[in-house]
Every structure is written in C-alpha cells, then in structure tokens.
T-cell receptor, first 115, second 115 residues
Framework: AQKITQTQPGMFVQEKEAVTLDCTYDTSDQSYGLFWYKQPSSGEMIFLIY??????QNATEGRYSLNFQKARKSANLVISASQLGDSAMYFCAMRVRDSSYKLIFGSGTRLLVRP | ETGVTQSPTHLIKTRGQQVTLRCSSQSGHNTVSWYQQALGQGPQFIFQ???????GRGNFPPRFSGLQFPNYSSELNVNALELDDSALYLC??????????????FGNGTRLTVT
C-alpha cells in the first residue's frame, strides 16, 4: 500500500533557527515524486519543494531543503532561518504514477515559530 | 499568470441537499483534480479530469461527480449531502507530463458545512 507518514503532529521552533519536519513513505514503485506543501490558516496549499525518486542530489529551494534518504524511505523537510510567517501546517505528499498521477498526503505537522 | 480560483469560499447546506463547487484552473494547465480535506487531516483525492474526461478516482461514492469544461474550468457536484461531507474542498490544476513531474497548484478551497 502507498502511504505517507508524518509522526510529528506539532513542532515548535525559535525564530531564526532551523527545523526538520519528518516524513516517511511507503511504495513499491521505483518511480515516484515527493512533495512538500505549506498550508496557512487561509487554507491554500502552497507548493514548497519537490524530489524525484531518481534525483541524486537533495532538492533545495531558498530556505527549504529536502533531506532525501531513499534506502530509509524518508523525505524530511528542513527549513533554515525560521521566520514567524513559517507558522502553518506542513504536508508531505507522494505522487502516484498511475493514470491519474494523484497525490497521497500525510496527516501534516503544525509548525509554530516563536519570536 | 492567473492562479487557481475557487467559488464560493464558504457554503452551508442541509443534509440531503445537493451542492456545486466551482474551480478555474491556472492558465496553461490541462488537468484539474479535487481533494477533500476533513478537519485536522491531510487532503484526500476525489478525482481528476484530463481533457474533459475523468482519468482517476479516489475512494468516494458516485454521489461525488464532476465536470471539466473546454476552458479547463471545473465543477464538483455532491448529491444527497451527509454530515461527514463537511470539509474543505480543494481544487488543483497542473500540466500533466508523463515524463517530468510538475506540482499541483491549489486554490484557496471551499469550506462546506453540512447541518
């Protein structure tokens, strides 16, 4: 079965510090994509970063980086230099390459940045 | 570039009624998908449309149906509403490319309350 697991319901981080949000996945497919989305209280899902299963280097996008460990089936999100605006729900998702290319989401991690 | 827009933003319906939610895709995108997000959970895939045909469906009953129009706008229809249908409904569009992954771009969602 294809599944995303996020084991941290909530996290705190001090402003300007780095934080790691955990994500593990389960799939028997060799080709897949992993995504992280941010959801503020407004409800919109904002795309942050993508990692393909065949990508040899970890993805980076500004203050976001993805720590991809294929053998462990983990795709942790690292946010450097946290800002107050980073407070939100964060979802890890996996693209299933069936006919629909749907995303399977985890249950999310709520991040609160303390001033 | 215009993003994904959804209407209405909020809706209250009574159990047994029918509802139509609308979505306008991001320009240049050829697929639209719908997700249901219950409170405190990650989004769940409902279905996806590609070139006006449904090309994938999640574990939702037939009373959830949809349409995609030639201009790539889309509707989600839910008949015989149940209390458990209360959720945030997210529309997402993307450019389906079977060679290269592309992220889903989400709208702000429609929050449906069934009483």
């Amino acid at each position: 079965a294809q599944k995303i697991t996020q084991t941290q319901p909530g996290m705190f981080v001090q402003e300007k510090e780095a934080v790691t949000l955990d994500c593990t996945y389960d799939t028997s497919d060799q080709s897949y994509g992993l995504f992280w989305y941010k959801q503020p209280s407004s409800g919109e899902m904002i795309f942050l970063i993508y990692q393909g299963s065949y990508d040899e280097q970890n993805a980076t996008e500004g203050r976001y980086s993805l720590n991809f460990q294929k053998a462990r089936k983990s795709a942790n999100l690292v946010i450097s230099a946290s800002q107050l605006g980073d407070s939100a729900m964060y979802f890890c998702a996996m693209r299933v390459r069936d006919s629909s290319y749907k995303l399977i989401f985890g249950s999310g991690t709520r991040l609160l940045v303390r001033p | 570039e215009t993003g994904v827009t959804q209407s209405p933003t909020h809706l209250i319906k009574t159990r047994g009624q029918q509802v139509t939610l609308r979505c306008s895709s991001q320009s240049g995108h050829n697929t639209v998908s719908w997700y249901q997000q219950a409170l405190g959970q990650g989004p769940q895939f409902i279905f996806q449309y590609y070139r006006e045909e449904e090309n994938g469906r999640g574990n939702f009953p037939p009373r959830f149906s949809g349409l995609q129009f030639p201009n790539y706008s889309s509707e989600l229809n839910v008949n015989a509403l149940e209390l458990d249908d209360s959720a945030l409904y997210l529309c997402a569009s993307s450019f389906l490319d079977r060679v290269r992954d592309s992220p889903l771009h989400f709208g702000n969602g429609t929050r449906l309350t069934v009483t």
